[in-house]
């Protein structure tokens, strides 16, 4: 490889290296660093992990942070991988048959199809969140409704509980879920289909041994779209949930901005950063296998 080609080499590789050396891997460093020092009382309010002693320099780190966490409540971890496991299954239930009626569709309507998918991100998160309320609550659309049929003759509660939780996990991401599979499916050689069918199978044995494989590396990133966003979610669980769901974001919120303690916020968002880096590689591998 000559000086040249090594250069356009790098040029290449090297802006998304820099882009994630710069706004990844340095602020994760920081969130560690920040994870194994103390709470303070002052400005930033935590201590810095080497200070200047009499002996020179000396380290101030500490795993007390992280201890707090194990020995602390589980409810929050525990209700996220629920919630979040629960939101990327109904999505992947969902999101499969609508994904692959719009790669069956005519090629004409697909771009309108697509485009009604992606259309809720034109609100924000927030505005949607706020309008399942107005829906979900005991006045709201869905009760009024179920009144009026004669189907119920008392307001149901559909907000503040799991329900509500997990409806608005799958409500704001399943368009994560869709898109992915889209591509999967849209890109699938159809001659492989046309054979299999002239063979004599069946279109539900088809689907189990033909579209379905084929589909599995849409079926891990649309599944990554949604576990790892939903893990750490704030506005949906807070606002759909009410105070007694605690999750990640919520708890991370609270040490942050209510408890002002960096160090234990910091240790929470490592032990989350732990959590997501098993289904990423689980999904790895499943996309690298061969079919």
């Known amino acids: 490889m000559t000086g040249l080609e090594r250069w356009r080499r790098w040029a290449l590789v090297g802006p998304p290296f820099l882009w994630l050396l710069l706004f990844f891997l340095l602020p994760l460093g920081i969130v560690a660093a920040i994870s194994l020092s103390q709470a303070t009382d002052t400005i930033p309010p935590y201590a810095p992990l080497v200070v200047h002693g009499p002996s020179g320099f000396e380290t101030a780190a500490t795993l007390g942070n992280y201890r707090l966490v194990v020995e602390g409540d589980f409810h929050p971890y525990f209700n996220s991988l629920i919630y979040a496991a629960a939101a990327t299954a109904l999505c992947l239930l969902i999101g499969y048959p609508l994904a692959l009626a719009i790669a069956r569709a005519p090629k004409s309507w697909r771009n309108l199809l ?68 889209y591509g999967s499916l849209s890109s699938m050689d159809e001659a492989l289909v046309e054979a299999a069918a ?13 579209v379905l494989p084929l589909s599995l590396p849409g ?73």
């Open 114 to 181: 697509l485009f009604l998918v992606v259309l809720p991100f034109w609100t924000s998160l927030l505005i949607r969140v706020y309008a399942w309320i107005a829906i979900l609550q005991p006045t709201g659309l869905i009760n009024r409704v179920l009144q009026g049929l004669g189907l119920t003759h008392a307001p149901l509660m559909l907000i503040y509980n799991d329900f509500a939780v997990v409806l608005g996990l799958v409500y704001g991401y399943l368009p994560f879920m869709v898109l992915p599979l």
């Open 219 to 291: 079926v891990a990133a649309g599944a990554l779209l949604v576990f790892i966003p939903a893990i750490g979610e704030f506005v949906i669980p807070d606002l759909l949930g009410g105070p007694s769901t605690l999750m990640l974001g919520t708890l991370l919120w609270q040490e942050f901005f209510a408890e002002v303690d960096w160090p234990a916020a910091s240790a929470v968002a490592m032990v989350l950063v732990a959590l997501v880096t098993a289904p990423v590689l689980l999904a790895q591998r499943l996309s690298e296998r061969p079919v």
């Open 198 to 210: 002239d063979l004599g199978g069946s279109p539900a044995r088809v689907f189990r041994a033909v």
